[in-house]
């Protein structure tokens, strides 16, 4: 039975929440605050984390970079703000989904098994990836993107972005594919975004990038990464 971790400091919110995945099949842990949050982590395994922005010691947003900093547990925002400037924030940071309240409780679910869904795809697949004989490497464990010995300096977009290509070579993915591996289920974003990340991935990495030799365009489909 899959763990859950409610961090969320209105005790009533906390409840329900705890309830709909109690039904749901999952065993729950509860902390209030991001103090009491780290200490739980220090000493219990958790699969997922459902976190509230709000919270009265330390904010969801550093929270969330504090535990992206020593772990890849899946962690989704529970936010009362609507606006898609600060939910895409959220992921950028380390989020993996966000849902806004007040939420369906068939909604949550469905994401909470969405999220564990991806997880368990990555978890089967190598956490160091070695691409051309050296020259580009790709540590999902430190997180941490080298090229020809010289860490490149990714946004937590363009990182996701590079290790969906790295972890499915020569599979090519389309736009709307590669929203959903990185972005939240409902992002509104234009597709137009995702050649944009493409655009400065390249800047980085390539020798050329009007030419490139790792991430290549599938005219008419979309991307693949042919870099091995």
């Known amino acids: 039975m899959r ?22 099949g999952y065993q729950v842990e509860e902390a209030e605050s991001g103090h009491q949050t780290l200490a739980l982590l220090e000493r219990t395994s958790v699969d997922l984390i459902l976190l509230d922005l709000m919270l009265p010691d330390i904010s969801g947003e ?4 504090q535990i992206r900093a020593r772990s890849s547990i899946p962690i989704i925002m529970l936010t009362a703000k609507s606006a898609k400037s600060q939910q895409v924030h959220g992921l950028e940071i380390g989020a ?9 409780p068939a909604e949550l679910l469905a994401r909470i098994r969405a999220v564990l869904r991806r997880t368990n795809e990555e978890d089967v697949l190598a956490d160091r990836i070695v691409s051309k004989n050296g020259e580009l490497v ?6 941490e993107v080298l090229l020809k010995d010289q860490p490149v300096p990714l946004t937590g977009a363009e990182y996701k972005l590079l290790l969906v290509f790295v972890r499915h070579p020569c599979r090519t993915f389309s736009r709307e594919e590669l929203i959903e591996k990185i972005h939240s289920l409902d992002f509104e974003g234009d597709t137009r975004t995702i050649d944009q990340h493409i655009k400065n991935i390249r800047q980085k990495i390539e020798t050329d990038p009007k030419k490139p030799t790792y991430i290549q365009t599938v005219y008419g489909v979309g991307y693949r990464y042919s870099g091995g």
């Open 138 to 143: 790709v540590d999902s464990v430190r997180n």
């Open 62 to 65: 550093v929270l969330c970079q």
């Open 96 to 104: 993996d989904d966000y849902i806004v309240k007040p939420f369906d």
């Open 3 to 24: 763990t859950i971790l409610v961090v969320e400091d209105e005790p009533k919110i906390r409840q329900v929440v705890t309830s709909y995945l109690i039904h749901g």
